[in-house]
C-alpha cells in the first residue's frame, strides 16, 4: 500500500483534536487517509484529500459526540466497504473490537490489508451478509451502517446482531417522514426502540447530517434474520 498524504496537516490535527485522539490515533489516521487517496484498491470514489478528511473521516468520527458509541465494547459495521465508519471507530476506540462486515470478496481483503498496515489487532473482516453471520447473534454493544439501505431494512439486518441493551447507529441526511414511520413500524417488531435522530455536523460545509438511533429493548423474534435478500424484497416497514 502507497501512502501520500498531502500537506494539510494542521485541519487533520484539529480533527483528530475535536474527538481527543493520542499521537499515535492521529498517525493512524493519517496513514488510513493516505490509503485512501492513494491506494489504486481502495474501493471509493472519493480521491480528493479535502473530501476523504471531511466525507470519509470526520463524517465517521462524528459518531462518538453518541454515548453509545463512545462506550461500546463491541462494533459490527455492517457493508464496511472501504472501511468507514469502521476502521476510523476502530481508531478512535482502541478498547473495542470492531467487525466489518462486507459481502464483496476484494472490499474485505482492501480492508484486512489495510487493519493489518495500520496495527489495528481488535478489528476482525467478516466476508459475508448480516443476514447469514449467525456467529454474530446478539452479540454487539453496536451496530452501525453508513450509506448501506432503507432505515426499516438496516434495522431488520441490525437487530439480530445486538444484545438487549444495545443500539444500531445509521448514517442518514436529510429526515424523510415516511422512510422514518416506516423504521418505526419495523422497529416495533423487531424489539428496537427509536430514539431522536441526533444533528451532528462532521464539518463546518456539511448540512442536513442525522445519526439515527435505534435501542434494542427486547429479544428479536427467532424468525429473524429472514433469508439472505428478504428484507430489502418485502420490507417489514412497508408490509
Same mark, same amino acid.
Given at each position: ?13 484539529? =480533527? ?22 492513494? +491506494?489504486?484498491? @481502495?474501493?471509493?470514489?472519493? $480521491? /480528493?484529500?479535502?473530501? &476523504?478528511? /471531511?466525507?470519509? *473521516?470526520? /463524517? ?9 458509541? $463512545? ?5 459490527? /459495521? =455492517?457493508?464496511?466497504?472501504?472501511? &468507514? ?14 467487525? *466489518?462486515?462486507?459481502? %464483496?470478496?476484494? #472490499? ?7 487493519? +493489518? ?5 481488535? &478489528? ?26 432503507? =432505515?426499516?431494512? &438496516?434495522?431488520?439486518? @441490525? ?13 442518514? !441526511?436529510? $429526515? ?9 413500524? @419495523?422497529? !416495533? ?14 464539518? #463546518?460545509?456539511?448540512? %442536513? ?16 434474520? $429472514?433469508? +439472505?435478500?428478504?428484507?430489502? #424484497? ?6
Amino acid at each position: 500500500m502507497t501512502e501520500a498524504w498531502p500537506s494539510f496537516e494542521p485541519s487533520l490535527s484539529a =480533527l483528530a483534536a475535536r474527538f481527543g485522539l493520542t499521537e499515535r490515533q492521529t498517525e493512524q489516521l493519517r496513514r488510513f487517509a493516505a490509503i485512501l487517496v492513494s +491506494d489504486e484498491l @481502495a474501493p471509493t470514489t472519493v $480521491r /480528493d484529500p479535502v473530501r &476523504v478528511r /471531511d466525507d470519509h *473521516l470526520a /463524517d465517521a468520527l462524528v459518531a462518538l459526540e453518541l454515548p453509545v458509541i $463512545r462506550q461500546a465494547g463491541a462494533i459490527a /459495521d =455492517l457493508g464496511a466497504g472501504a472501511g &468507514v465508519p469502521g476502521i476510523p471507530l476502530a481508531i478512535a476506540l482502541p478498547g473495542a473490537t470492531v467487525s *466489518l462486515v462486507e459481502g %464483496n470478496g476484494r #472490499k474485505c481483503e482492501f480492508m484486512a490489508a489495510t487493519a +493489518d498496515a495500520l496495527g489495528l489487532g481488535s &478489528v476482525a473482516v467478516i466476508h459475508g451478509r448480516a443476514e447469514t453471520w449467525t456467529d454474530g447473534l446478539g452479540r454487539f454493544d453496536v451496530v452501525t451502517a453508513r450509506a448501506l439501505a432503507p =432505515l426499516d431494512v &438496516v434495522a431488520e439486518y @441490525a437487530a439480530p446482531l445486538l444484545r438487549i441493551g444495545g443500539a444500531l447507529v445509521a448514517w442518514r !441526511g436529510v $429526515r424523510e417522514p415516511q422512510v422514518e414511520a416506516d423504521a418505526l413500524r @419495523a422497529a !416495533g417488531i423487531l424489539g428496537l426502540s427509536i430514539a431522536e435522530p441526533v444533528r451532528v455536523q462532521p464539518y #463546518k460545509e456539511a448540512e %442536513n447530517r442525522h445519526l439515527h438511533v435505534m435501542l434494542k429493548v427486547s429479544e428479536t423474534p427467532s424468525r429473524f434474520p $429472514r433469508r +439472505d435478500g428478504v428484507a430489502r #424484497k418485502r420490507p417489514l416497514g412497508r408490509a
